[in-house]
């Protein structure tokens, strides 16, 4: 999974640093009150993604390297689904022969009556 974790910023008073995940988004991280902690987590966040995926973890040491990074994936990761080539799937009103007329497609309802 690719992620790009962010600066260690001050949030309220208290020092927070955030992840980006194409899967999950931005989250926003724990806010620690020593930078101490908050440096040991985001080592320890940056070390757990590197292992299971080596090369796919981008930790940014700047705001504006942080926001570039996260709009270029979005945009990335966005023109790739919409490039998907995606077909409806078809109703089971088209599917199944019915001795009536086609009821509306519904996972709850059964497009045929019974005899």
Same mark, same amino acid.
């Given at each position: 999974m690719h992620a790009v974790? +962010?600066?260690?910023?001050?949030?309220?008073g208290s020092y927070a640093f955030d992840l980006w995940t194409p899967?999950? +988004?931005?989250n926003r991280g724990y806010a620690y009150r020593r930078i101490e902690d908050a440096h040991y987590a985001r080592n320890v966040e940056i070390r757990s993604r590197s292992r299971r995926r080596p090369g796919f973890t981008l930790a940014c040491s700047t705001l504006d390297e942080f926001t570039l990074a996260v709009a270029e994936r979005e945009a990335t990761f966005r023109a790739l689904v919409a490039n998907l080539d995606t077909k409806p799937i078809p109703c089971s009103a088209d599917l199944l022969p019915c001795k009536t007329e086609k009821a509306p497609c519904s996972a709850d309802l059964n497009p045929c009556s019974p005899d």
């Open positions: 974790v +962010g600066p260690i910023l001050i949030k309220e899967e999950e +988004g931005l």
